[in-house]
């Protein structure tokens, strides 16, 4: 994939970031999107509801973000496409809202052409 044809947004960034230091995002992986909630209760409907999409859904209090110290982290196996990851970015984001929560990033592993040899 050529990095000009991604766009220059966080996403994006991360993406040729990513490119850049030889990671193929041609290659499905587990992506792991992170969701914020200021308490347990609204962590988990948000679970509930997201569990209709995606069925790896892990709910935790880590307070790393201190108004908001309940993670859900929902992993999505997906090639890490800017538009894929957008659209999973919005549907969580939009859901996670309604209950006071908001998206706080993502991550996967680097996966290399290399990385794929047995």
């Known amino acids: 994939m050529d990095q000009h044809e991604i766009p220059d947004d966080e996403n994006g960034c991360v993406l040729k970031?990513?490119?850049a230091s030889g990671d193929d995002i041609t290659i499905p992986r587990k992506v792991n999107f992170s969701?914020?909630?200021p308490d347990e209760a609204s962590a988990r409907v948000f679970r509930e509801i997201v569990l209709v999409m995606w069925d790896d859904v892990d709910i935790y209090f880590s307070d790393v973000v201190c108004e908001l110290p309940w993670d859900v982290t929902v992993s999505v196996?997906?090639?890490p496409s800017h538009?894929?990851?957008t659209d999973v970015e919005s549907c969580l984001g939009e859901q996670a809202a309604k209950l006071g929560g908001r998206?706080?990033?993502w991550g996967c592993f680097e996966r290399?052409?290399?990385s794929q040899i047995n």
């Open 103 to 105: 998206n706080d990033g």
């Open 17 to 19: 970031r990513m490119i």
């Open 77 to 79: 196996f997906m090639a």
């Open 83 to 85: 538009r894929e990851i």
């Open 35 to 37: 969701v914020v909630f």
């Open 112 to 114: 290399s052409a290399e």
